[in-house]
T-cell receptor, first 112, second 110 residues
C-alpha cells in the first residue's frame, strides 16, 4: 500500500470535546483528502487539500476544519465533537484532483 | 450538484454465480474509477476508465464505461469467496472532484 498513516486508529471521546485526526504521507502527493464512511452513505468528502495551506470544503464540511502546514501532514479537527460525527474516517492521497486515490487504514471514532 | 448513484446496495450470490453492479451519474464524467473495500479494510483502487465505450478486463472482472460517459458497470464472472466486499464507483465531472457512489456490498455463499 501507499505510504499513508492515520492516527489514532481508534478513539472514543465525549460530546463537546475537541478531536484531531492526523494523516501522514510519504509519497509527496499534492492532494490529500478526508472522508467519512457511514452505512448507506458510502464515502463522503469532508475537506481536501491541493497543496500546503491550500484547502477546500467537501460535501459534509460543517463541524470540521483542516490544516496542512507541510506536504506530508493533513489534520482534521472536530472543534466540539457531536454524536453525529461518530464514523469511520479515511484519509486519501492523490497526484491530481481526479486521479486515483490511495487510502489510509482509517480511524474509527466514537463520540458518546 | 453532481450525484453518482450505484445499484444494487447489496447482493448475495452463490459461489460461481455472476455479479454485476451499476453506476449512474447525473452529469457527464471525465473518468470513472472503481474501488474495492474488504470487510474491515480500506478502499483499494481497481481501475480507471476514461474513454467513451471503454471496456477493460482484470481476470474475472469486466469494467465498462458507457457511450455517453454517464454510466458504468462492473461484472464479475464466476464469483469466489475472495470477491466478498464493497465495490465503489467514483466519478469525476466538471468540478474536478471525485464523487463516490454509495457502494454495492457483495456476499458470496460457498
Amino acid at each position: 500500500d501507499a505510504g499513508i498513516t492515520q492516527s489514532p486508529r481508534h478513539k472514543v471521546t465525549e460530546t463537546g470535546t475537541p478531536v484531531t485526526l492526523r494523516c501522514h504521507q510519504t509519497e509527496n502527493h499534492r492532494y490529500m483528502y478526508w472522508y467519512r464512511q457511514d452505512p448507506g452513505h458510502g464515502l463522503r468528502l469532508i475537506h481536501y487539500s491541493y497543496g500546503v495551506k491550500d484547502t477546500d470544503k467537501g460535501e459534509v464540511s460543517d463541524g470540521y476544519s483542516v490544516s496542512r502546514s507541510k506536504t506530508e501532514d493533513f489534520l482534521l479537527t472536530l472543534e466540539s465533537a457531536t454524536s453525529s460525527q461518530t464514523s469511520v474516517y479515511f484519509c486519501a492521497i492523490g497526484s491530481d484532483g481526479n486521479q486515483p486515490q490511495h487510502f489510509g487504514d482509517g480511524t474509527r471514532l466514537s463520540i458518546l | 450538484g453532481q450525484q453518482v448513484m450505484q445499484i444494487p446496495q447489496y447482493q448475495h450470490v452463490q459461489e460461481g454465480e455472476d455479479f454485476t453492479t451499476y453506476c449512474n451519474s447525473s452529469t457527464t464524467l471525465s473518468n470513472i474509477q472503481w474501488y474495492k473495500q474488504r470487510p474491515g479494510g480500506h478502499p483499494v483502487f481497481l481501475i480507471q476508465l476514461v474513454k467513451s465505450g471503454e471496456v477493460k478486463k482484470q481476470k474475472r472482472l469486466t469494467f465498462q464505461f458507457g457511450e455517453a460517459k454517464k454510466n458504468s458497470s462492473l461484472h464479475i464472472t464466476a464469483t469466489q469467496t475472495t470477491d466478498v466486499g464493497t465495490y465503489f464507483c467514483a466519478g469525476s465531472g466538471n468540478t474536478g472532484k471525485l464523487i463516490f457512489g454509495q457502494g454495492t456490498t457483495l456476499q458470496v455463499k460457498p
